[in-house]
């Protein structure tokens, strides 16, 4: 076997991804906060800072022992085995270890960290104005140690994972399931806690009465070129190395990108009349969520045509919360779930090789729909359970009173601008 | 014709807003404000220095209503803001000779 | 004295400025107010709800002039912000006892 | 009761604050506002282009008083608002017909 | 002949360029969003993230290929050659096909459809505040397709290209012209585009009279500091390699920015007596896009010289357009045709060596001098062209009633901050 | 000797490194700028701004050449040995020149002049709101030539400079400082200069009796999100390769500051029972000054206890100026030198194999406190000299009216916002 050695280029390559995707959190706050009231902008950017802060530590303690240690039964990796990172930094040389690519795999800790820490961010928009900060924290650990870790580690630790390439499912099915940069263990994982948080937490005083525009459109859209710009890390680092792999996943993150914001402005225009800037901001992160998990499994016109379709898709899906009657306040279920579904399922159509219209039978589609209605039970199970204990125990909510003044003075004691009064 | 301005609790605002609405009033005029009162004695901590809090959000609400509507409107703001808190503000009136609607060029008790 | 005070539609402050400086007044204040009235009916839709518009931004321009001018300006004022569509606003005036400049101290109509 | 209204620079209404309350004055409203008047006639240079500064920004203080302190107090905001340059603002006296206080329901000096 | 393998450092490089470029056209949103007026922040932001959108799409579709694709006499690429990236993508193996410096072609066109949509974005400040939103995602689509790819053909597709390296025009005057990074295809394009439109269009109501001051200078502040960390992309990028020559443009852009940052403010101090924050916003531009022609062929101490004029120059020029009457709102001509025409030609007498004030004589200033007038010419035709026709059925302007109450209320549906009614 | 090559993949690492440490002053000024009050947001960001103008042409000029030029005796580097970068970029072959790890040079002149920069812009937030501009951009340029270049040839130029690795002091004392990527040069340097200009300027009108609060809370977090995205090329690129290394830097920053945003959290919660979003801004700065000098020392678990020890106790030391009455404004000193002193001291305790709880004994302790202590004195000595004379010639404060007025309105003609007057 040929000794891998340190690749410099793939290595640089990550390390730039991974501090993209860092990036992407606070990008997530501004485009919340942007997103929500003049009175809960800080509270809303604290539950991504939060994330970040709590996930960031837990990740190097146990989340990368459980998301690629020793499998469990290809459901979880133990947390013991790399506890803090112990035997994962350097090989028995003393020197870096490196993985196969020749990235050393303490860079891979990093890359892999940061998707830890958006994947809990995200779901924070489904539950704005209204939670406790410090139930917010405690769920954010609990989460990411029995949600998203377990998650990556079925669909990421290969060959052990269930859903992995080569796993047990790939293995009974034939099939290798495709999940590029996420799909299944970001977007509809966070999408699904999402809307189970909605769901029990409950809704905001005022919702679906008072209209609770964003406060900072500008914000929004500085919040969803941050998310862009980073999410070349995410697709494009989800290449591992420096190469034409990651350059397709580049060009295809944009293209389709760039659909899905014409299809959402479309969708709008036809049906209200009006091009919105939140429609376009809110296009963007459709298509990049669609994108994801395909970015590497599709051309450049079928991500186009992905794009479109999401885009399209998600302007009529985010209105869908007024008719059910879920508070998902930013809309998390209505452009994560439904364009990691798309994008997930998609694939079963489009993937260059495999995909039904391109004379791969209907295998790939097959076995996509079944990683995706995976993801949604198990995320939508552990999330109940969670959400549920949390809700007996330390409660989710504020005060009304509370709320209707603002959580960001009532709860952190701050306003998000400063006036006359200062 | 009078002109009730009332200074109250920004969170009170749609509260009084329906109360009026309810009451029979067609039309108000809103604006944010700043004020300080008995509320001031208050004092906050803030990145570790303790400050006595001086003006704090107000919003003032005007409406426009006729002579005899004084008493009542009056009191239906006053129980829509109150919340029995220091801070809940003020409401007082003040004789207008002369509302016009812009619209239609058309003035007193029609134009309210 | 008399204090003007006018509720119209933002786009309308500059003509309603031209205007009253056309007709001799040399000063007037400004803010920013927002407003519901009969316009309040209109209802719009956004990332695929339907609301009911409340309140309006509006900017409520306060001048204080002589009393005999009351009439000639209201109507200046009218005149220059009228659309004719809904939400135009309100013109009104109230008395005024006392009006001081404060640079110099000077009072009474000498101090518009 | 009357109302004093002032509008004043900015950055004179700390110190219009300090006076009012050294002289007694329990609570006041401020907001933000802007105005012209002589103060208009300045010119301002902006990249390369010369403009006719319009608005000037201010700010408006509103304080309920009893009908005896009318005189004393305006001097009192007058004197503290005083920079002696064009700008400095107005300040003019209403008569109100009637306080109340949200908290109790008070009205009446006792509102004050 | 060697043969070309992976390289994998510059591939990292070129990737991260491309992501940094395709962060210029948000960043750019902002800088012209902050400078607008409060009532149509949104609107000019939709104008660049529109372009994004449009030129995205199509740049995959026809704009690679009319770019790089066969040449038509010099002048521009069959669209058709390699229509959706069909043959650009992959070598005969089925591999990633690699460019001469080992760097896959797909990273290439994400780097090149950066390029294109930023140039796009740029025109829209000369007509703010006031054009259809539908007029303009069409005047995007096919500007970009009759004036810049063509343009981007003849300066870069070498030796094929009119104006190219070794090109018929060189071939002819025997000096290479040298256009760096884009001093012709991008500034000196969008500049005259942008002067074209602002005639054709005509004036805001209020133009010349009311100040129409910046909404939010931090927003414009903001904007220009992405837009310079991403044009470490443009510039650095433009060496292909990540080597020495992208770090004397790293270099090269960073000092000429920063003189020009003090040549503005100087140039102000001296004429108003302040320095003021739009004006080192303006004059990061400034020198931004005069040293994009330069940033390989001058010296750090050349390049601060060159920044340093660019910035007192354009602090002069913005004031022309109420002199000469026409209403380049967010001054694209003053920045960009100005800046863009004073970097192109100084090359002429600043070049390491062949400029004529280091022993190079007239030639390498007269083939400058050409460059510029031929992409002067051949933009200011054709996107008269495009404009007329344009006016001449879709019409660009709103409503006069509309203008006033603000684009954003009344094309967008959309205010760009809530305050005490939301 | 083995011949240096390019190292294609290192050089991409450092570009994108140069880059992101670039990008943070921007990032400060969002930062300072949301800080301050509203009436001097644009004086705030102006003063990063203009020291990015004057430091980044005078560290081409000599400030490379009196950092890593010709030592005169281990001070400072002889100015006029690679004035303007002569004798830097090419080897004798007339190709780039390359370092030990095969960059070429004038990436790294790239590279450290971002250092220079930020260092400067740091110490604004010290004065904020009341300083002549004209005096700051002197002193930028004086403190940058007087104190910066001296204090990283003293560290950095090694073996020649004093305090450097192998250098005069390492050798008398048997054991190397450590300081990665900076705690001396750069945090408590900067925060030493910003506690001698807060005596020498004196308070702001109002200093400890009015509140004072950020303007902007929203811009202080995107300010932090920016600061941090560029410190990855601080810290990462402090491994001067694309290796390992770099990764456990950029591992160690994440982990290191994610505690300290819960140490500075909790420390908030405790004593004034509320977490601000403030304070998670704050607590990110904190955690990234202590990493910097030990980001190449610890493991992610003993980073993430540095963190944890810097958040919380720079959440209690930002209070001190109150107590002490200095008006260190933005809290240059409470987080810089604070967590700067705390970083480099706590390197002796920590570090990974030379340690004192690690087995190394107190030699690494001993050398640590060393350079921390000449640090200290050296900038406060000069810094004094430097500010005083500045005093007594152009003088420092603008006049009490322009201050109360607002300093943006009265020295730079602008208001950082347009309402309803624009
Ligand atoms: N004399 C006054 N003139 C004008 N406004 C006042 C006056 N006193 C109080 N206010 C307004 O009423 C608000 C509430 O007053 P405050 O004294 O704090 O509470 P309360 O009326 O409940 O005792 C103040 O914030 C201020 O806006
Ligand atoms: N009774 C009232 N008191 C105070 N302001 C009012 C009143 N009625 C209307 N206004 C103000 O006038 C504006 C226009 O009123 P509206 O009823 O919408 O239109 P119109 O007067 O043209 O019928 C409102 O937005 C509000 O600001
Ligand atoms: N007639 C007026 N009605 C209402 N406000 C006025 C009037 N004249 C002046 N003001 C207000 O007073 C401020 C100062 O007035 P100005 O004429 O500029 O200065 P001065 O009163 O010192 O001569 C103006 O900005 C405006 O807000």
């Known amino acids: ?422 | 014709m009078k002109l009730i301005t009332a200074v109250i609790q920004p969170h009170k605002l749609d509260e009084v807003k329906a109360a009026l609405e309810a009451a029979g009033v067609r039309g108000l005029t809103v604006s944010e404000a700043s004020g300080y009162g008995r509320q001031k004695g208050h004092t906050e901590v803030y990145r570790g220095a303790e400050y006595t809090v001086d003006l704090v959000p107000k919003v003032r609400v005007e409406v426009l209503i006729e002579d005899e509507d004084a008493t009542t409107l009056t009191g239906v703001v006053v129980n829509a803001a109150q919340t029995g808190k220091i801070g809940d503000g003020k409401v007082w009136v003040t004789a207008v000779e002369q509302v016009i609607r812009v619209r239609t060029g058309a003035s007193g008790p029609d134009a309210l």
């Open chain 1, 1 to 422: 076997m040929e000794e891998v050695v340190l690749n410099y280029g793939s290595t640089a390559w990550m390390l730039v991804s991974a501090s993209l995707v860092l990036l992407m959190t606070p990008g997530l706050a501004l485009f919340y906060g942007g997103m929500s009231r003049g009175k809960s902008i800080l509270n809303m950017m604290m539950m991504s800072f939060g994330a970040l802060a709590v996930v960031g530590v837990i990740y190097v303690l146990w989340g990368w022992s459980m998301s690629y240690g020793e499998s469990i039964g290809g459901i979880v990796g133990n947390p013991f085995d790399q506890f803090g990172l112990s035997g994962t930094i350097y090989d028995e040389a003393g020197e870096f270890a490196l993985d196969s690519f020749g990235v050393p795999m303490i860079v891979g800790v990093g890359f892999q960290a940061t998707f830890a820490i958006i994947t809990v961010a995200l779901i924070s928009g489904a539950i704005a104005d209204r939670v406790k900060f410090s139930t917010w924290l405690v769920f954010a650990g609990i989460w990411a140690t029995l949600c998203y870790f377990p998650m990556a580690h079925m669909v990421w630790a290969f060959p052990a994972g269930l859903l992995s390439a080569d796993g047990p499912l790939a293995t009974a099915l034939g099939t290798n399931p495709i999940d590029f940069a996420g799909g299944t263990v970001v977007h509809i994982n966070a999408g699904m806690a999402g809307l189970v948080l909605a769901l029990i937490v409950g809704k905001r005083k005022g919702f679906g009465k008072e209209p609770m525009k964003p406060n900072s459109l500008p914000l929004v859209m500085l919040g969803a070129a941050l998310l862009w710009f980073g999410w070349f890390g995410f697709n494009g680092g989800s290449a591992f190395e420096a190469n034409g792999l990651a350059g397709l996943a580049w060009v295809n993150t944009t293209v389709a990108t760039c659909a899905a914001v014409l299809g959402w402005l479309l969708a709008e225009k036809i049906r209200n009349g009006k091009a919105t800037s939140l429609g376009a901001a809110s296009g963007v992160v459709a298509g990049l969520v669609a994108v994801t998990p395909a970015a590497g499994a599709l051309t450049p016109v079928t991500s186009i045509i992905l794009g479109a379709i999401a885009g399209a898709a998600c302007a009529l899906a985010v209105g869908l919360k007024y008719k059910l009657g879920f508070d998902d306040s930013l809309d998390v279920v209505g452009v994560h779930l439904v364009a990691g579904l798309i994008g997930t399922v998609a694939i079963g159509f489009l993937a260059t090789d495999t995909g039904l219209f391109f004379g791969g039978g209907a295998g790939q589609l097959v076995v996509q729909i079944i990683i995706a209605l995976v993801a949604v039970v198990f995320t939508g199970v552990v999330t109940t359970v969670i959400a549920l204990a949390l809700k007996a125990t330390m409660g989710w909510r504020i005060p009304e009173e509370d709320e209707v003044t603002g959580i960001d003075q009532t709860v952190h004691a701050e306003r998000a601008y400063e006036g006359i009064t200062s």
